[in-house]
């Protein structure tokens, strides 16, 4: 490999960071890639099947075929010219760093207390050699494997997670939906405010020092006696347009029985009943009634407005524990037992005394007719009309599979997406790289989108005292 400008650093790729993003080879800006012979062995044993890793590692490949035909009379061992602004990457056009592969025998030598020629330690003793021979520059490993990453740190390799999907630099940044008002508000907004009553809402139009950090169908609280909840339904630097939000504690606003409460579960039910709003996104920990919630709201919409033609409810299938193996049956019957959460809440919804169990099996074929369980590895290129589609466990996505399934939605669709970024299954994903802390980020200043945090547990005394204590 030959000498290169000794301000580039040379980044050396772990397997799992091109099965993360395929695009990580064009996010390295001006600096140099390198990538041992075992990564590309680990991705040839990956490419095959219809998982998203799979697909990745085939993107990767057909990346990697580009570059290396549109190589210079040089040949690969100069380094090969990654050319950003393919149109699959989504990257504005021009010229990276170089892409060097490993045409040559490196010394792998590592410390005793590192044996074994597992593809891990290969990876190291190459970035180890680099770092020997390359002092004038920095050699870098990247890789998503934590272990690898402290390996790599104790022998004397300067090792990075890849952190250019990640969305926050902190999870406490995340936009939380909802903004507590001064005491002050009314006096610091009230001039020039206007105010109108339309189709039994009211309206204000207002102007302040506030209203510029708002974002569309943002709620608002002001706490007090005379308590006071708002949607904003517009906002900008120079005024903000803002609704009362509809009181669904009371008993006679109940949403199929169920009513809010406390004033997040209030806010979640005005978003999710609100037909301008196509994307909403539920954040809680468990118990908060992120599935209860929406499934009234879904239930009432469907059966009771017809605004929509079905429900379709899906869900990321990650085991906490051991994985039960193959599953016999239809699509259908191969996602219900993962979908118990759901089903435990229709219970709860569905629950009646009228008619004994000819009555409550005919409300069972009713929500049968109007309620499918999908499996996410079915979503590729379909397009759904009229639906409304609830995802759980959202944070196990990943920002591409969160985009892949969002894009499905057709005209007349509603899309909510429950989840608590806390309690994250899948590999190499984080907080601040989930797919639901992506899109929260990404949709909070469209104006046809809504989300809360919903913080309070209600599901039981027992429940909330074990979330707290344990």
């Not at 990346?63 to 602004?85: H, K």
């Not at 409460?261 to 301008?276: G, H, K, T």
């Not at 409550?360 to 074929?365: K, R, S, Y």
Request: glycine letters at 8%; a negative charge.
């Amino acid at each position: 490999m030959s000498k290169a400008d000794s301000g580039k650093r040379l980044f050396v790729l772990d397997t799992n960071v091109l099965m993360h993003d395929p695009t990580a080879l064009f996010r390295f800006q001006e600096h140099d890639i390198y990538l041992p012979m075992v990564v590309l062995e680990e991705l040839d044993r990956s490419k095959k099947g219809v998982s998203e890793v799979a697909r990745n590692v085939r993107q990767v490949s057909r990346f990697l075929d580009e570059i290396i035909g549109q190589q210079s009379d040089n040949g690969i061992a100069d380094g090969l010219p990654i050319v950003v602004g393919h149109t699959d990457t989504g990257l504005p056009n021009g010229c990276s760093g170089r892409l060097f592969f490993e045409t040559e025998l490196l010394p792998q030598t590592l410390p005793d207390s590192l044996p074994g020629t597992s593809a891990d330690n290969t990876i190291l003793a190459i970035a180890l050699a680099l770092q020997n021979d390359a002092r004038h520059r920095r050699v870098t490993l990247v890789s998503k494997d934590i272990n690898l990453r402290l390996k790599a740190s104790i022998v004397g390799v300067h090792a990075e997670d890849y952190n250019n999907d990640q969305v926050l630099d902190d999870v406490d940044l995340l936009y939380s939906g909802q903004q507590e008002l001064a005491a002050d508000f009314w006096e610091s907004h009230s001039k020039n405010m206007e105010s109108w009553q339309e189709n039994g809402r009211t309206f204000y139009r207002m102007h302040g020092p506030m209203t510029g950090n708002w974002h569309p169908n943002q709620c608002l609280i002001l706490p007090g006696e005379q308590g006071f909840s708002a949607l904003v339904r517009e906002a900008s630097d120079a005024h903000a347009l803002i609704e009362t939000a509809t009181d669904y504690s009371s008993p006679r606003h109940s949403v199929w029985g169920i009513h809010a409460r406390n004033p997040e579960q209030n806010f979640a039910l005005n978003l999710l009943l609100d037909p301008e709003i196509d994307f909403v996104t539920l954040l809680g920990a468990a118990g908060t009634g992120k599935t209860l919630l929406t499934l009234a709201a879904a239930l009432m919409q469907t059966l009771d407005e017809n605004r929509y033609k079905e429900i379709i409810m899906t869900r990321v299938t990650v085991p906490v524990g051991e994985d039960i193996g193959f599953l016999p049956g239809t699509e259908e019957e191969k996602m219900t037992p993962w979908m118990g959460a759901l089903m435990d809440n229709l219970e709860v919804l569905t629950r009646t005394d009228i008619g004994g169990e000819w009555g409550q099996e005919a409300t069972n074929d009713l929500l049968r007719n109007r309620i499918k369980i999908r499996s996410l590895n079915f979503m590729r290129g379909r397009t759904f009309l009229n639906r409304l589609l609830i995802l759980d466990e959202a944070q196990n996505l990943t920002s591409k599979q969160m985009k892949t399934l969002i894009t499905r939605a057709g005209p007349g669709t509603k899309i909510v997406c429950l989840g608590n970024i806390a309690q994250i299954d899948t590999p190499y994903l984080t907080e601040t790289t989930s797919g639901l802390t992506y899109v929260v980020d990404r949709f909070k200043n469209w104006l046809h989108s809504g989300h809360i945090i919903l913080r309070r547990g209600e599901r039981s005394r027992l429940a909330d005292f074990a979330s707290d204590a344990l």
